[in-house]
């Protein structure tokens, strides 16, 4: 019986090993990383921003003067109550490197070809990470996640990867880079590299150093994210955005719906929407 038992236990750590695509490919598994369980940004007492070594007030970016300008309205706009130039109030996805930023729970999928890193909130789209060594598109069309081609690296000679490299092109707009509004380009032509590893002395520890190349800098801006890995108790909810969001932008103002269903306004002394296209009740006297 105990020999039975330890054939059974072989077998099912070979199992664990490989696995089978649908294509009917074989995966080994024990070249990969474990990266299994849910991960979230390591909690610092903040909200998600892109230098999480840094509060949200106080990131220094290297701001071209231009974006600084942009930036600097938006946090005027959001200390008199408006959302600045954070589109996210919309359910406009948060785009790269803005998800990566903790925002959302997220998980690791291995394949020889591609990793996918799958986001429990909706806006926040899933990545697709090709490792099968191809070259950027042309002339596809842009997306808020982007097209992000990797190269899984064994750093230390074991046999085993332990590094995944990425290099992310061919974003769309409006992005920022956190809730203040901060800009990126108007052009779009950022370039985002990572380098994801786990700690050496806590596996649930992931590191990315990230690098984002960005027209609104005036030089590349590196920083390191850490994620935490949660492998008990995990439970995925469905995060939809649009549930429940009472804002209505027109014309460019901001208004949201009140209890009452009513149309109401976000700031002080804002004006209410033109209604010439409504036909409007006579006041009435008692």
């Not at 490792?131 to 842009?142: A, I, L, M, S, V």
Request: hydrophobic share 35%; charged share 25%; net charge negative.
């Amino acid at each position: 019986m105990l020999l039975y038992g330890s054939s059974f236990a072989a077998i099912a750590l070979t199992a664990a090993l490989w696995a089978v695509t649908a294509h009917g490919q074989v995966i080994d598994l024990g070249k990969y990383p474990d990266w299994s369980g849910q991960w979230l940004r390591v909690t610092d007492g903040g909200v998600p921003r892109y230098d999480p070594s840094k509060p949200l007030a106080q990131q220094e970016a290297p701001l071209k003067p231009e974006y600084r300008v942009r930036h600097e309205a938006s946090l005027r706009d959001q200390a008199a109550g408006g959302f600045g130039f954070d589109t996210h109030y919309a359910c406009v996805p948060m785009g790269m490197p803005r998800q990566m930023s903790g925002v959302s729970f997220m998980e690791f999928l291995f394949s020889p070809n591609v990793t996918h890193i799958l986001f429990e909130l909706t806006t926040t789209h899933t990545r697709r990470i090709y490792t099968d060594g191809r070259d950027f598109p042309k002339n596809q069309e842009p997306t808020f996640v982007g097209y992000s081609i990797g190269k899984w690296l064994d750093t230390d000679g074991d046999g085993r990867y332990d590094t995944l490299e990425v290099e992310t092109r061919n974003l769309r707009g409006p992005r920022q880079w956190d809730l203040t509004g901060m800009p990126m380009a108007d052009d779009n032509a950022t370039v985002i590299r990572e380098r994801l590893f786990l700690d050496k002395t806590n596996r649930d520890i992931l590191h990315n150093e990230l690098t984002t190349i960005d027209n609104s800098l005036t030089r590349p801006w590196t920083v390191m994210k850490n994620y935490q890995r949660r492998t008990e108790n995990i439970t995925w909810e469905e995060n939809n955005c649009v549930e429940g969001n009472v804002y209505i932008t027109i014309n460019k103002q901001v208004y949201f719906v009140g209890s009452d269903g009513l149309l109401m306004p976000q700031k002080k002394d804002q004006p209410p929407p033109d209604l010439h296209h409504f036909k409007q009740r006579e006041a009435h006297n008692p």
